[in-house]
């Protein structure tokens, strides 16, 4: 299958090396210059499990894409969601009536600009228990134990969401038809929201936050609001389960070590968030449907402070 | 008069000292040794507008007053709220029937554990807008144009009440007699609620973080929440009044060039703060009330892990 990966960090990267390993005909797609000419001059580096290895990769700047790539069969989303948009407009050219489109962003909130370019029938939501760092330019690392969840956003595209099922576990992604699609990006957007945010505030690692006593009435108050718009839009959510995902994600030996990906973006690396797709889409559904979500709305406007104070770009 | 200061901090520290440059016979309290050593050895240097006076002060620990302190008349409580009860525990027995009290303390809800030493008909309320800083153990310096608001708690006090009012101001603190005590108590909490808070979690001054944009609507909704508990308790704060307070204490050339005292307390000194008794007080008022104040709320939890994350003592 010829899959374009748009959006070639960490995961997308990964992603793109394992579908090539399987034998499919991939092309990653990024804007960040470094990545683009590290992984056309030497090639892209995957680690998994404490062994790496490089492979070489074709990669083009998103700008590039419409003149030098046809017949793309399966394009898989993963910017960062503020960029998402130019990303579509500039590979817009390059999408056939046939070419499968399939969001994996992280957060929520997406489905509005992916169907200006996508149309329904064309168009799978998912999204990916995956983690993955960045070690520098080139060079990516996947954390075992992952799992991807994706469905048709048409009923009539069911075939095509099985097989792109198929492509992704064959390449040992893990992935799953899920009815349920919805309830997995909200039982992700949970765990998102409770670590970014505040790891991010407070810049420390995610067990160093949940190792505090007085950080659980804050995620638990995080995962009610969640809970009452997810209820609000017929998917059910159980409060014990996503506190219990919460202490596993704490864990020291796991995630727990690390820094989220927010503060990675902002505190490390002086980037805009993407609090607005984590805690703001909460906070903006709160307010469409009339249900209190202060919680989430203060750490939204918090980091967009944040952003300011440390000039991010 | 012979008056106590309990407390001898920064603020407790410059009362003193002028109370007893306008002839009082004063007495300082405090536990911490650092201060306590270094006015016994030294005397108290004290600067307002560039000029230090150095000048030998009676100062003594709090277990150390029922031995040596008699006769006091007048009390002024200046402690970190977090010490109020210990302090009046050491020094009830130097407290006689004619001794009044006037508490001082930042914040608000000190009032159930003043009473619990001091019988109504000595006890005053107050507050001020004086601002201080102590620049090393011994040496404190005041901010010139503050003020000092106080009312008697029992109508028949009138008399002590005015009768404290002219030393504080024959001292140069510009005291009056406020019959809306509970108003200028409530409003110096919303400076301290919109600024202590959030400079402390971000690690800036308060112009620094006057200077965002996306400042507004938090400090917009922690003074609402604040004027809504003020109106169930009967008293009136104006909004934009409120607004306009937060803009002037951002002045970069007054208040706005420093870190909140919060700040001090736990970025600069790793103490426990304060925050129990600004942000926190609405909190508790407002689930007592049943109004919801959720801003307060996070910002009281979030200083409480901080203070976790710091170690603070």
């Given at each position: 299958?010829?899959i374009a990966i ?7 990267a990964?992603?793109g090396f394992l ?7 991939v092309i ?5 210059d ?7 001059s030497?090639?892209l580096t ?8 490089t492979?070489k990769?074709?990669i ?5 894409v419409?003149h030098?790539v046809?017949d ?5 989303l993963?910017t960062?969601a ?6 579509l ?16 962003l992280?957060g929520m909130?997406?489905?509005?600009v992916?169907?200006r ?5 064309n168009?799978?939501l ?5 983690s993955?760092?960045l070690?520098e330019p ?5 954390y ?7 469905k048709?956003r ?5 075939d095509d969401a ?5 492509v992704?576990?064959?390449?040992g ?7 349920e699609?919805m309830a997995s990006i ?7 929201a ?8 407070f ?5 160093e936050?949940?190792n505090?006593?007085?950080e659980l009435?804050?995620?638990n108050q995080?995962i009610s609001?969640?809970?009452?718009i997810a209820?609000?839009?017929g998917?059910a959510l159980?409060h ?9 994600v704490?864990d020291?030996?796991k ?18 968030t ?9 906070a903006?559904?709160?307010?469409q449907y ?5 919680y989430?709305?203060?750490i ?5 402070i944040?952003?300011?104070l440390?000039n991010?770009k």
């Amino acid at each position: 299958m010829k899959i374009a990966i748009a959006g070639a960090g960490a995961m997308g990267a990964s992603f793109g090396f394992l579908l090539a390993e399987a034998g499919h005909n991939v092309i990653l797609i990024d804007g960040w210059d470094r990545q683009v000419e590290k992984i056309k001059s030497d090639g892209l580096t995957f680690e998994i499990n404490g062994k790496a290895t490089t492979k070489k990769m074709d990669i083009y700047y998103p700008h590039e894409v419409k003149h030098r790539v046809n017949d793309i069969e399966l394009v898989i989303l993963f910017t960062k969601a503020m960029q998402l948009d130019s990303m579509l407009s500039d590979i817009q050219d390059a999408l056939t009536a046939n070419t499968k489109v399939l969001c994996l962003l992280n957060g929520m909130g997406h489905e509005e600009v992916v169907a200006r370019y996508v149309p329904k029938e064309n168009f799978l939501l998912g999204n990916t228990l995956w983690s993955a760092a960045l070690l520098e330019p080139g060079s990516v690392k996947l954390y075992p134990g992952g799992n991807v969840n994706l469905k048709n956003r048409d009923p009539k595209s069911k075939d095509d969401a099985i097989k792109v099922v198929d492509v992704l576990s064959e390449a040992g992604l893990s992935a799953n038809y899920a009815d349920e699609v919805m309830a997995s990006i909200y039982k992700k957007l949970c765990v998102n929201a409770f670590c970014n945010g505040l790891c991010t505030l407070f810049d420390v690692t995610i067990a160093e936050f949940g190792n505090t006593k007085s950080e659980l009435e804050v995620v638990n108050q995080i995962i009610s609001e969640i809970i009452a718009i997810a209820k609000f839009e017929g998917i059910a959510l159980d409060h014990q389960e996503m506190m219990t995902s919460f202490e596993t994600v704490c864990d020291p030996e796991k995630m727990g070590g690390h820094y989220p990906s927010m503060h990675q973006d902002l505190v490390k690396n002086g980037r805009l968030t993407e609090v607005d797709y984590i805690n703001g889409v909460i906070a903006k559904k709160g307010q469409q449907y009339g249900i209190p979500t202060p919680y989430n709305k203060l750490i939204t406007e918090m980091i967009h402070i944040k952003e300011e104070l440390l000039n991010a770009k």
